[in-house]
């Protein structure tokens, strides 16, 4: 069965930092691309960025609202995904969740995890 | 960027009708698109992948159409459990988007 499980959310100060982490089994995981997307309370879901695999050189991609404060990072011996957070802004408030990448496509999701960025 | 836009923003249902969604892109986006459903304080679940493919283990109450800029949703024979928001987003050009979702209820 195929479980992504986040964690690592929290309170931070506006200009902080925070890392997030999901944790994959239940499949492959360095086979997979692997994508965050998140969610501010009561809107909708935003993309924020990607990491390929081994084979495609661990490129990434971002969404332009978090290109140079956010890095997404991978560690394939762990089956584990990183989300590096700095710089936060107060409209970087969400639920973080990571997803599994299927031919372009997000076929599974975690429960995500709550970060709150507010003085 | 590729906007997708969703319509209706809300939609109010009986049990047992059959209801239809619609996106749209703002440029054509092949048939790189997909279909997901979240309740409330859950993560969204993957229906729909390639406008008309469904994900493994949704029912076939849930069938998707389109290609190009427009899309449809369409879910047969509503149950309490249908009731949810959903999104449509597009995976042929990064950045990815998401439509605003649409909220359906019960009538």
């Known amino acids: 069965e195929v479980q992504l499980v986040e964690s690592g959310g929290g309170l931070v100060q506006p200009g902080g930092s925070l890392r997030l982490s999901c944790a994959a089994s239940g499949f492959t995981f360095s086979d997979h691309y692997m994508d965050w997307v998140r969610q501010a309370p009561g809107k909708g879901l935003e993309w924020v960025g990607r990491t390929r695999n081994k084979a495609n050189s661990y490129t990434t991609e971002y969404a332009a609202s978090v290109k140079g404060r956010f890095t997404i990072s991978r560690d394939d011996s762990k089956n584990s995904l990183y989300l590096q957070m700095n710089s936060l802004k107060t409209e970087d408030t969400a639920v973080y969740y990571c997803a599994r990448v299927k031919r372009g496509r997000f076929d599974y999701w975690g429960q995500g995890t709550l970060v709150t960025v507010s003085s | 960027d590729i906007q997708m836009t969703q319509s209706p923003s809300s939609l109010s249902a009986s049990v047992g009708d059959r209801v239809t969604i619609t996106c749209r892109a703002s440029?054509?986006?092949?048939?790189?698109l997909a279909w997901f459903q979240q309740k409330p304080g859950k993560a969204p679940k993957s229906l729909i992948y390639a406008a008309s493919s469904l994900q493994s283990g949704v029912p076939s109450k849930f069938s998707g159409s389109g290609s190009g800029t427009d899309f449809t949703l369409t879910i047969s024979s509503l149950q309490p459990e249908d009731f949810a928001t959903y999104y449509c987003?597009?995976?042929?050009?990064?950045?990815?988007?998401f439509g605003q979702g649409t909220k359906l209820e019960i009538k």
């Open positions: 440029q054509g986006i092949s048939n790189y």
């Open positions: 987003q597009q995976y042929n050009s990064y950045p990815l988007t």
